[in-house]
């Protein structure tokens, strides 16, 4: 593997460590970690468990004539996080993103009434033609593709050696001198991944204690554009989750009219508790309801991703009331051998975005580095 940016990053230029790493997870926590320690030369693997890459930023192709991000969709930090990702002055960024108007409509639906208000300030922003996996895809992908090993799931990791040794669901082995931990908390929550010995106490505790959303996201598609920017009801941001629906296609280059439902935590639970025809049905009840029964009579098709089902995510993410103290507690590495990061393990004092994940992998690799 040939350390194509070597010299431009000044940040790691004093790396002694020279052993190899094994990266549990090819989502944008596992993935940016290998793409820095390709980077400074350091040998590792990443070890996936389904056949893709991508994890929580998964998008389809097929659905419309833009790629439909299934899970993370808006950029919440400066575009500068973009340049941090690539990490390398040399490689032009063509990613493009747009910011919302502040005169954009926000619809309010409350006890039978829709009122109209300006979106006004708001910081997030859209990929424009792309996504966060496209990103991904076309600045990281191509520098570590050969080192992910797909269809291997890690079901235990030994460190009571010098030697760490993971073993997968097909029993087979895999050594290493550090292990980064990149999987959903929800995965470790439900103990598909035995520690030998197990994590220390306060670990273990912060990983039972902590609370992570469900979630699930819909994508449909009408003749006709009923519907505002944003429409929120009065259970769109509450302490036990979110939802909302919006113009899944706003500034993309389309003349398709496709509506977006996000909701996770206990607001995804009525959309979770139907699936196929069944859930299409539900949506539009709710839809022609609030616009007239426009939406039954404009409806094309549509799709789902329910990341609560997904087999080896099975949430959204971590909620956005857990205490900071447990997402940090989780992102400590234990003995200098086993190493957390992604969007739960983050000494930062938000959580939950991709940004988090990219951060949290940049911090374990300087201390994996040290
Ligand atoms: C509905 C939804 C909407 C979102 N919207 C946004 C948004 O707009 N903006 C934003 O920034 N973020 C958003 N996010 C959050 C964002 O998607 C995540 O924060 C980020 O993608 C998480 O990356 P990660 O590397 O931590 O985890 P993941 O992407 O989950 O990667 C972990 C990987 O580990 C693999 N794995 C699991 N178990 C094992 C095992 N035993 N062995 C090997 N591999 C294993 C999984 O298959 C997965 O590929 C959203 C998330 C959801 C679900």
Redesign the pocket.
């Known amino acids: 593997m040939i350390p194509h940016a070597f010299a431009h990053n000044t940040d790691f230029k004093h790396v002694i460590f020279s052993g190899n790493v094994l990266i ?8 940016s970690a290998g793409y820095l320690l390709e980077q400074r030369g350091i040998d590792f693997t990443i ?4 056949h ?6 998964k998008r389809t192709n097929t659905f419309s004539d833009f790629p439909i ?8 930090v400066k575009e500068s996080i973009l340049k941090d990702i690539v990490n390398d002055a040399n490689v032009k960024i063509t990613t493009q993103t747009q910011g919302y108007n502040y005169y954009d409509r926000i619809g309010y639906y409350n006890s039978g009434m829709l009122m109209y208000t300006n979106l006004g300030k708001y910081a ?1 922003r859209k990929f424009i033609g792309s996504t ?1 996996f496209d990103f991904f895809d076309e600045y990281v992908v191509s520098n570590i593709h050969p080192s992910i090993k797909f269809n ?4 235990d990791v030994d460190y009571r050696n010098d030697k760490i040794i993971l073993t ?1 669901s097909d029993s087979v082995r895999y050594e290493a001198d550090k292990v980064l931990v ?3 908390l929800k ?1 470790l929550q439900d103990g ?2 035995q520690f030998i010995p197990k994590l220390p106490r306060a670990k273990l505790e912060a990983i039972d204690e902590a609370l992570v959303w469900g ?3 819909v994508f449909m598609e009408f003749t006709e554009k009923f519907y505002p920017t944003e429409l929120l009801f009065t259970d769109s941001e509450t302490n036990w989750g979110q939802r909302l629906y919006y113009d899944a296609a706003y500034a993309q280059n389309t003349n398709s009219n496709i509506l977006g439902l ?1 909701a ?1 935590g206990e607001q995804a639970l009525q959309y979770q508790a139907h699936s196929g025809i069944d859930l299409k049905d539900y949506i539009l009840n709710e839809l022609d309801e609030i616009f007239s029964g426009i939406p039954s009579r404009t409806f094309v098709k549509h799709i789902v ?1 329910n ?1 609560s089902e997904e087999p ?2 099975r ?3 971590l909620a956005d009331v857990v205490p900071s103290r447990i997402s940090s507690i989780l992102s400590t590495s234990v003995e200098q051998k086993i190493f957390f ?5 983050t000494q930062e004092d938000d959580w ?6 990219v951060r ?2 940049r911090d374990a690799v300087h201390e994996i580095l040290l």
């Open positions: 549990i997870g090819a989502g944008a926590a596992g993935m070890l996936e468990s389904s893709a890459y991508g994890g929580r930023m991000p299934l899970g993370a969709e808006w950029l919440h997030d966060w291997t799931q890690i079901v997968d990149t999987v959903p995965i598909d991944v979630g699930i996201k996000f996770v991703q990341w080896f995510i949430s959204a993410y990061a992604g969007e739960a393990y939950g975005g991709v940004h988090n994940a949290s992998a």
